[in-house]
C-alpha cells in the first residue's frame, strides 16, 4: 500500500516537473498570405484606377476597389 502511494506521488511530481517551453508548442495563430498575382494590362488604352471610397444614395461610405478603366 505504501509502495504504490509513493509511486503515485512520485508520478504526479514527475509530471509537474515536465518542461513546458513555448518554443515547443505550435503557433497560436497562422498568418495566412495572399498569392501574388501579377497584373496584365488588358489593352493599350487602359489606365489603372486606384480603389477609393464613394457615397452610396444612402449617405454610407462604399469602398470601390482598384480597376483598368478604358481612356
Known sequence: MKKSII????FVIGFLCLNFNETNSWPRYRVYTAP???VVK???????????????????KVGVPGHWKKV
Open 7 to 10: 509511486i503515485a506521488i512520485l
Open 42 to 60: 488588358p489593352g493599350p488604352n487602359y489606365i489603372w484606377v486606384e480603389g477609393y471610397y464613394k457615397i452610396n444614395k444612402f449617405g454610407i
Open 36 to 38: 501574388r498575382v501579377k
